[in-house]
Every structure is written in structure tokens, then in C-alpha cells.
């Protein structure tokens, strides 16, 4: 048995629901409720700073995470996971936002840079520089830039844009469950290439 985890980045407490932050939280709830993963409640596990979700998935033991500490701490709560549970980077997916992404697209991605993501940056530098993890990055763009930016992943999704991400978390939870299955290669041929705005 390979024990996995799926990470979803965002910010604890209802201050910080259904912001464009907490986009990678609202992915991780829709794939705990589809029929075919069958995810335990969320439950808070203080030791590992994050409530957590567990599944028996063919010969897979998985674990969802939502950190509780906040988005600039997600390191801590990923390494405290990694070494509990011994698992590998290369069996960690995090999902986070990205401004860099228009809404409407997701993108899953092996290793790389932060890209800016500050919630990436604190599990970077948690894994001591280690980049050898795997991504679903969740488009909320497109990127105000400079100072708004603070402001603009802290604010709700509109009622327009709110239709549109109700079929991102979809399609993302279905990247999820095909990372799991059939590995990150399958899942970036396809998922990299949708665009739910069009």
C-alpha cells in the first residue's frame, strides 16, 4: 500500500470562505463528497495542524488536507504531514490558486517555482528548497498585480464568476481523483488543455 496525500491551500476560519484564496480548500471538499472516493468528514488533527479526510482507494491509502494555519504557513502543516505519514514528494499534490491563470483554467504541474504563491513558497522552504512535489494550480486570474493583488485573492468570487468556478472545482476534483488513479502525465494531458470559459 502507497499512502498518498492531496494538499489544498487557503485560509482557516468563515472570515476567508469562498474567497479566490481558498480555492484549493473548496476543490478538496468537492472531491471528499464524489461517490467514487468516499473521503471521511474532515476532521482536526492538531499534531499535523490541519483537518484532515481519509480514503482507502483500490490499494492507495489517501489523505486530504486542509491546513489550518494560515496560507503563509502551509509549510508547516506539509512537512508535518510528509514525516508523519512518510510520504513521497512525488505521491503529494497541493492545490492552490493562481493569479498567473485566468479563472476557467487549471493546470497540473511536476515540481517548479512558487510563481509568487506565498502558501507555495512556505512548503519550499518547510522541504528545505525541495521543488519535488506535484501542483494543480486553480486559475483566478487575471492578475491586478502589485499592490491589489493583497486584496483582489482576499476577496469573494462574484455570482458570474462563482457559475464558472463551480465547474473548476468539478473538473479539479477530477484531477485530483486522476492523479490518484492513473498518475500526473495522465492527468496533465487531460486537464492542462481546458478552458471553461470558452
Not at 493583488?149 to 455570482?159: A, E, I
Request: hydrophobic fraction near 40%; aromatic fraction near 8%.
Amino acid at each position: 500500500m502507497k499512502t498518498k496525500a492531496i494538499i489544498g491551500l487557503g485560509n482557516p476560519g468563515t472570515k476567508y470562505e469562498g474567497t479566490r484564496h481558498n480555492a484549493g480548500f473548496e476543490v478538496l471538499d468537492r472531491l471528499c463528497g464524489m461517490e467514487n472516493f468516499c473521503g471521511s468528514p474532515f476532521a482536526l488533527k492538531k499534531t499535523l495542524y490541519a483537518q484532515m479526510s481519509r480514503a482507502n482507494l483500490f490499494v492507495d491509502d489517501v489523505w486530504l488536507a486542509k491546513p489550518v494555519t494560515y496560507m503563509n504557513d502551509s509549510g508547516k502543516a506539509v512537512l508535518a504531514i510528509k514525516t508523519f505519514y512518510k510520504i513521497d514528494l512525488s505521491a503529494l499534490l497541493i492545490v492552490h490558486d493562481d493569479v498567473a491563470l485566468p479563472l476557467g483554467k487549471i493546470r497540473v504541474q511536476k515540481q517548479g517555482g512558487a510563481g509568487g504563491q506565498h502558501g507555495v513558497e512556505s512548503i519550499i522552504e518547510s522541504l528545505g528548497g525541495n521543488k519535488g512535489f506535484n501542483r494543480l494550480k486553480i486559475g483566478i486570474g487575471p492578475d491586478p498585480g502589485g499592490d491589489r493583488r493583497m486584496d483582489y485573492v482576499l476577496q469573494k468570487f462574484s455570482v458570474k464568476e462563482r457559475k464558472i468556478l463551480n465547474e473548476v472545482l468539478k473538473q479539479a476534483a477530477e484531477a485530483c481523483f486522476s492523479w490518484l488513479t492513473l498518475g500526473v502525465d495522465q492527468a496533465m494531458n487531460a486537464f492542462n488543455g481546458l478552458d471553461l470559459c470558452e
